[in-house]
């Protein structure tokens, strides 16, 4: 039988979307074609998402392997311009991709409330987790905690910090390997990151302490894992605050310098959900896909080669629960649901005063 979470988190918190992911510069998709492996497409899979292509490619490989006439395109796109993509290309009636799988839980949400999503059950739709699934429209498939990492070599005679008054403390008593050395997302143009300090704010009403001491050390902010995980592995940076787990996970494995560590206190959690859109050129394709992912073999994949926890219970459970990071057994979690919650804080007015919140918190007045 297929266990269930707990319902852990029956309401949102006051004020957290992703639409920052919105601010960040444009680029041009990333494209990639994984040819079919029979040497001869019969249908070709068209899949937008936000997650790297090197991280997609083992899904698209195991997927192929049972429907070797697919041939898959695949986009990797910025959340905001996937959401935009999929709106624009309905909207102009020439069809947009086959399956949708992004980390901007909101602007997924959105594009399903708003008719862009089709609803689709397959096999595993009825022991889904209730938070993880609206409508039978959008589907969480990853349990990605916010985590710390650390560099290990700066913390031989202590321990890192578990716990947010911990990261205060040794901000405290070590002031000279703290100033510079802590980095963070930049919640002005990261998604998750501003999604991760709405989710703060409204779980720890001390954060605001917290962000005020980071910023007495100088935090370094940046938008993507990436700069954070090669500043941490190299020194440059001793402590990286609310990173993205999955990342963290993987960075870690390949860089024996680096640490993680999920928050005792209490542990956010997101997901990155997936969607098949109304207008796809090939909805039987995506929602095979979907079906693929949501399965126990794509549920494994996800969890133990792609490190990305897996929202399947029965699945993590079996290894480990946290797709290679520590046990999540006795923690805190709060996992945010995917639900049309989200669509009351897609508002700018709000993000802005967040935004103004934290910028004036960092700088001290």
């Given at each position: 039988m297929r266990l269930r979470f707990p319902p852990l988190c029956p309401a949102l918190p006051a004020a957290f979307a992703l639409l920052a992911s919105l601010a960040l510069p444009a680029r041009a998709a990333e494209v990639t074609e994984f040819p079919a492996l029979s040497g001869h497409a019969l249908r070709h899979l068209v899949i937008y998402s936000s997650l790297d292509t090197d991280l997609a490619a083992p899904l698209i490989a195991a997927y192929q392997a049972q429907a070797p006439d697919v041939a898959v395109r695949?986009?990797?796109?910025?959340?905001?311009?996937l959401h935009d993509r999929i709106v624009a290309e309905t909207k102009a009636g020439k069809g947009t991709?086959?399956?949708?799988?992004?980390?901007?839980?909101?602007?997924?949400?959105?594009?399903?409330?708003?008719?862009?999503?089709?609803?689709?059950?397959?096999?595993?739709?009825?022991?889904?987790?209730?938070?993880?699934?609206?409508?039978?429209?959008?589907?969480?498939?990853?349990?990605e905690p916010a985590v710390f990492a650390y560099h290990k070599p700066s913390f031989t005679?202590?321990?890192?910090?578990?716990?947010?008054?911990?990261?205060?403390?040794?901000?405290?008593?070590?002031?000279?390997?703290?100033?510079?050395?802590?980095?963070?997302?930049d919640i002005s143009r990261s998604g998750v990151g501003?999604?991760?300090?709405?989710?703060?704010?409204?779980l720890y009403p001390q954060i605001w302490s917290v962000v005020a001491a980071m910023g007495r050390s100088h935090v370094q902010q940046y938008p993507t894992s990436g700069e954070l995980l090669q500043r941490i592995s190299?020194?440059?940076?001793?402590?990286?605050?609310?990173?993205?787990g999955s990342y963290?996970?993987?960075?870690?494995?390949?860089?024996?310098?680096?640490?993680?560590?999920?928050?005792?206190?209490?542990?956010?959690?997101?997901?990155?959900?997936?969607?098949?859109?109304?207008?796809?050129?090939?909805?039987?394709?995506?929602?095979?896909?979907?079906?693929?992912?949501?399965?126990?073999?794509?549920?494994?994949?996800?969890?133990?080669?792609?490190?990305?926890?897996?929202?399947?219970?029965e699945v993590a459970g079996r290894t480990s629960?946290?797709?290679?990071?520590?046990?999540?057994?006795?923690?805190?979690?709060?996992?945010?649901?995917?639900?049309?919650?989200?669509?009351?804080?897609?508002?700018?007015?709000?993000?802005?005063?967040?935004?103004?919140?934290?910028?004036?918190a960092l700088s001290g007045r």
């Open positions: 695949y986009e990797d796109l910025l959340t905001g311009e991709a086959d399956f949708a799988f992004s980390s901007a839980m909101d602007l997924q949400v959105k594009l399903a409330n708003d008719g862009y999503a089709r609803a689709v059950i397959t096999a595993d739709t009825p022991d889904w987790p209730d938070w993880a699934n609206w409508r039978d429209t959008a589907y969480a498939l990853t349990f005679d202590h321990p890192p910090p578990a716990t947010r008054a911990d990261l205060m403390r040794w901000m405290s008593e070590h002031p000279e390997q703290a100033e510079g050395r802590i980095g963070t997302y501003y999604l991760f300090l709405a989710r703060d704010q409204d190299d020194g440059r940076l001793a402590v990286g605050y609310n990173l993205l963290v996970a993987e960075w870690a494995r390949q860089h024996p310098d680096v640490g993680l560590i999920l928050p005792r206190d209490f542990t956010v959690v997101v997901s990155r959900v997936a969607l098949v859109p109304e207008a796809a050129r090939d909805r039987d394709l995506g929602t095979d896909f979907l079906a693929f992912l949501m399965s126990p073999p794509g549920q494994k994949l996800l969890s133990e080669e792609l490190r990305l926890p897996a929202v399947s219970l629960p946290a797709g290679g990071m520590q046990d999540l057994s006795g923690l805190r979690l709060k996992p945010v649901p995917v639900s049309p919650g989200l669509l009351a804080y897609l508002d700018q007015a709000t993000r802005q005063r967040l935004i103004a919140r934290w910028n004036t």
